[in-house]
């Protein structure tokens, strides 16, 4: 198999297989499928997958979810903010509603979260109170629940009217359901290397840009202090909606810092222009779909890399299911078609013709 992401040289010094993700084919010009093509899972990567609505993000995240379920030593994680990933548990993955403990969120992002000013008064009040909290928490490895957050904002001297205004946006922020004073540790995601997908559907966005932050600075943090042995691989889907938030650092530091470490960050989106130049200078592999809007073909300029002739956006593919993969380390750009799933994928528009009552309907009219 042809592996992209990977240095030739480390193939030659490995005396074990290196972890490869089976993503498709090559496309021959005439349309024919060639020689299988893999992706290396074995060292870190930073990739995007770009492509306009219905062409196969999603549906490529999930075959390298599912790639990665199978290699050795790494552990997939899916953002998912559509619930479109839960044929994943057919591969051995589980779906969480994801909860993080409040304090996993350091102090100065809370006022932000809560859409407060933190140089205002509610603002600075809560900022203080969760500061203080978190630096317990610290000395006693106990967080504290949302709720005696909040007790603890009735404490303080402030005038009346601030305090109600921190409590009435700590309910809120209980009312998202994603904290948790006794959630596990987040490196339980990565325990094993099973497909672990956190099901983001229907929660608020600033809610699901909290979870991101905590997860991706958390897996972050567990590689750097070595507290947990398999490689993490994030698979962000919509990932421009988290660069928007407070997610925003916690994506740039995976993005810049992740892969020394170890941790690997795969960003898809249907919008490239609204990801940061960052997420596309610092990727090492770019799967392009189709795209068709201007300021999101624009955006591939900033992978031109100097190894390329011509331009990315008139090499794009136009078919469902293929890819332009610009790969730095073969420095190539190759037209794959992306296998098919193993595992059921629940993206994809509904169709009528897939409904119960077209079903009965059918079965009625012919008898
Ligand atoms: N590699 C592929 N092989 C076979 N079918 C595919 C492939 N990629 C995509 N498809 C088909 O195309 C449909 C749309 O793909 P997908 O849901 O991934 O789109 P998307 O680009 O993520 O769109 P959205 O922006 O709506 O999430 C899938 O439901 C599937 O039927």
Known sequence: MNVLGRVDAEIGSETRSPATVRLGSFLARDGSDGAAVGIDADSPHAAVVFGKRGTGKSYTLGVLAEGLADATGVAPVVVDPMGVFDGLTEAGGRVLDPVVRPTVLPAAVWPDLLGLDPAGGPGSLLWRVVADAVEAAEGDGNSPSIESIRWAVSETDAPDRTRRAVRNHLRLAESWGIFDATAPPITSLVA????????????????????????????????????????????????????????????????????????????????????????????????????????????????????????????????????????????????????????????????????????????????
Not at 226 to 244: C, I, K, M, Q
Not at 248 to 259: E, F, I, Q, S
Not at 299 to 312: Q, R, S
């Open 192 to 367: 094993s290397g099973d497909p672990t997908v956190l099901d983001l559907s229907g929660v608020p966005e600033a809610a699901a840009g909290a979870v991101v932050r905590a997860v991706a600075r958390g897996l972050y943090d567990a590689r750097v202090d070595g507290s947990v042995d398999r490689l993490p691989w994030l698979l962000v889907d919509e990932a421009h909606a988290f660069f928007d938030g407070v997610a925003d650092p916690a994506l740039r530091t995976l993005l810049t810092r992740g892969r020394a470490p170890g941790v690997s960050l795969v960003c898809a989106t249907q919008r490239p222009s609204a990801l940061p130049g960052v997420a596309v200078s610092q990727s090492d592999l770019l799967v392009a779909h189709r795209l068709t809007a201007g300021p999101d073909v624009d955006a591939l300029a900033t992978a031109e890399a100097t190894y390329l002739d011509g331009d990315l956006a008139a090499r794009l593919p136009t078919g469902t299911g293929e890819a332009l993969v610009v790969d730095d380390a073969s420095e190539t750009a190759h037209t794959v078609r992306v296998r098919e799933r193993r595992t059921p994928h629940g993206g994809g528009d509904p169709r009528a013709g897939d409904t119960e009552a077209a079903r009965t309907e059918g079965t009625g009219r012919t008898g």
